[in-house]
């Protein structure tokens, strides 16, 4: 119980700090989040989770997004919990139209913690990486401000030579602020 509130406290204070800048922003994001990934150095994983961003409009088509995200599997006998904080650039096309695609390069941190729990006790291990994603998606207008978001990304993450890299798929709602599509 205590590490999954560890994972959800940092995810909630980004979700607060970015309310203040929620008047400038563009959109917000939330949802379902699959992940698959694997190291140099152990198996592969599959985890589900949720994603959630906040696009910030810079210049048209430009926008600077905040993610973060969480997804929780286990692997041969290993609880993996991951949460990902990043940002970067977003570039938008065809903004208006019925669906919109776009593209993104996020940047940030991964920190990622395995667990065994052995009779009564958990041993667990944390590791934090820098991480990168790589990807875009589609938004389908579904009302004047809503959209469902298809999101698909390549993530790859580095430290001490142990490289991981996989990809994560999202789907879910988008509400934009200020602006009809």
Same mark, same amino acid.
């Given at each position: 119980? +205590? #590490?999954r509130m560890t994972l959800r406290v940092p995810a909630l204070a980004?979700? #607060?700090? =970015?309310?203040?800048?929620?008047?400038?922003?563009?959109?917000?994001?939330?949802?379902?989040? !699959? %992940?698959?990934? @694997?190291?140099?150095?152990?198996?592969?994983?599959?985890? @589900?989770?949720?994603?959630?961003?906040?696009?910030? *409009?810079? =210049?048209?088509?430009?926008?600077?997004?905040?993610?973060?995200? &969480? @997804?929780?599997?286990?692997? %041969?006998?290993?609880?993996? /919990?991951?949460?990902?904080?990043? &940002?970067?650039? +977003? =570039?938008?096309?065809?903004?208006?139209? $019925?669906?919109?695609?776009?593209?993104?390069?996020?940047?940030?941190?991964?920190? %990622? $913690?395995? *667990?065994? $729990?052995?009779?009564?006790?958990?041993?667990?291990e944390d590791q934090s990486r820098f991480g990168m994603l790589f990807?875009?998606?589609?938004?389908?207008?579904?009302?004047?401000?809503?959209?469902?978001?298809? /999101?698909?990304?390549? /993530?790859?993450?580095? $430290?001490?030579?142990?490289? %991981?890299? &996989?990809?994560?798929? #999202?789907?879910? =709602?988008? !509400?934009?602020?200020?602006?009809?599509?």
């Open positions: 119980m +205590r #590490c980004v979700l #607060c700090l =970015a309310l203040p800048v929620a008047g400038a922003a563009d959109d917000l994001f939330g949802g379902y989040s !699959y %992940e698959r990934s @694997h190291s140099s150095s152990d198996p592969s994983v599959s985890r @589900h989770g949720w994603n959630a961003s906040l696009a910030i *409009g810079l =210049a048209g088509p430009l926008a600077l997004v905040a993610d973060a995200s &969480g @997804h929780y599997g286990s692997s %041969e006998g290993v609880d993996r /919990e991951q949460l990902t904080l990043m &940002g970067g650039p +977003r =570039a938008s096309f065809l903004r208006g139209g $019925k669906a919109s695609p776009f593209v993104h390069a996020l940047f940030g941190l991964l920190r %990622e $913690k395995g *667990g065994v $729990k052995v009779l009564d006790v958990t041993i667990s990807g875009g998606g589609l938004d389908v207008t579904v009302a004047p401000r809503w959209a469902v978001r298809l /999101e698909g990304d390549y /993530e790859r993450s580095s $430290k001490d030579g142990d490289t %991981e890299s &996989g990809f994560r798929a #999202c789907v879910g =709602a988008v !509400y934009r602020f200020g602006r009809s599509p």
